[in-house]
C-alpha cells in the first residue's frame, strides 16, 4: 500500500504542437485509496495513467510513489500492476501460465509461483480455472484473469484503463463491484481510467474529473454530485440542467438568482463564487431535483412540455421555461401530461448549487 502524488504533471507530444495532452494536474492519491480518472474521450486521463505506470515520461513535473520520485524510472522497476481495456492475455497459454508471468519475470521460484498464482485465482473467484485456456472463457473471466495476473506481482499500485469496456452492460455491473471488492480485500492503492461517470461514481472513493488535459475537480462521488465545481463537471456527472439567472444579492455563501416568473430564490454558493448584484450567475439544478405540479400553483415555475419519454423507472420531460429548455426526471408524473401541456416545476432550493462558468 503506498500513497501516490502527482506534482504539476504535464505531457506534451511532438507531433501534437503546442496543446498538452496533460497540463499542470496534482493529484494525491492515499494509500489503498480507489481513485479514478474521469473524463470525454480525449481529456488525458489515459496519458496521465501511462505516466503513472511509466510508459510514458512526464514533459515536466514530478511523480511519486510514497517519498521515491519515480518520474523517470521505467515501468518494470515500478512495482506496478496494469489491467487494460483489450486484457492483452496470452491467447496460447493457460490461465494459470498467464497468471505466473510477472512472477517467471521476477524468477519466483516454482512452488512459490504455483501457490501465489492459485491465491490470486482465489482473489478473483477463478477457483480451478487454472489449466483452461484463455479462449474457453468468457470476456468476464478473462478480465478476471487479467485482474489476477496484475494482482499476483503484489503490486504498490493497480492501474486499471477502461476494463470494462469490452463487456456487456449487465457483466459490466458485476464486474466492477468484484474490481471493488478485491481491491479493498488486497488493499492496494487502485487508479481507474474511464469516461463512464456512473461506473466512476459506483467504484471510487475519490475522482478527478478531467477535460483538455486539466484536472476540472477532484472529490468523493457525493461531493462531485452534488457540488459541481464548474458547469463543465455540472453537465458531464449525470445530467443537469444550467440555468443562467440574474444576480440579485450575495453573501459569502449564497447567491440570490431572479427567476423568469420574476420572483426570487438564495441558492448555495462555493466560498470565493466572486458574484455580484448585476452579473449573471449559472446555476446548477439535477433533474431529479424538480418536482412536477400544476402550472397555477404558488411558486411553481409555469412552462410547457416539449419532449415526454418513459424510461421504465422514471419520465423524462424537457420543460420550455420562458424560453429556456429545463430536464425534468420524474419518478410519478400526474396522470394524462403530455406534450404540449402547460405544467408547473417545483425547484428544490435545498438542491440547487451556483457553479463556476
Ligand atoms: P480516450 O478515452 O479516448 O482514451 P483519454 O482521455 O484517455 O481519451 P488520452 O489518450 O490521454 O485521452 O489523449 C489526450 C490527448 O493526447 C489527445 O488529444 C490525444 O490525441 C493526445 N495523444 C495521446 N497519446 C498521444 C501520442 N502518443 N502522440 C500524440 N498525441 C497523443
Known sequence: M???????????????????????VDISIAAGEFFTLLGPSGCGKTTTLRMV?????PTSGRIRFGAED??????????????????????HMSVAQNVAYGLKIRKVGRADSRRRVEEALGQVHLDGYGERRIDQLSGGQQQRVALARAL?????TLLLDEPLSNLDAKLREETRT??????????????????????????SDRIAVMESGRVQQIGAPQEIYHRPANAFV????????????????????????????GTEIAVAAPA?????????????????????TSATEAGALPGQVTELEFTGMATNLVVDVAGESVQVAAIDVPAGVAVGDRIGL????????????
Open 53 to 57: 505506470a511509466g510508459f510514458y515520461f
Open 178 to 203: 468484484e474490481i471493488r471488492r478485491i481491491q479493498k480485500e488486497s488493499g492496494t492503492t487502485a487508479i481507474y481510467v474511464t469516461h463512464d461517470q456512473a461506473e466512476a461514481m459506483a467504484m
Open 234 to 261: 455540472a453537465r458531464f456527472i449525470g445530467r443537469s440542467n444550467v440555468l443562467s439567472l440574474p444576480v440579485v444579492a450575495v453573501t459569502d455563501e449564497t447567491v440570490t438568482v431572479g427567476r423568469p416568473d
Open 272 to 292: 470565493g463564487h466572486g458574484l455580484r448584484p448585476g452579473e449573471s450567475a449559472l446555476v446548477s439544478v439535477r433533474p431529479e431535483h424538480i418536482g412536477l
Open 70 to 91: 519515480v518520474t523517470r524510472r521505467p515501468p518494470n522497476k515500478r512495482d506496478t500492476g496494469m489491467v487494460f481495456q483489450n486484457y492483452a492475455l496470452f491467447p
Open 346 to 357: 417545483r425547484l428544490n432550493r435545498e438542491r440547487m448549487w451556483v457553479v463556476h462558468p
Open 2 to 24: 503506498i500513497d501516490v502524488t502527482l506534482e504539476s504533471v504535464s505531457k506534451r507530444f511532438a507531433r501534437a504542437g503546442d496543446t498538452a495532452a496533460v497540463d499542470d
Open 152 to 156: 499476483v506481482i503484489r503490486p504498490r
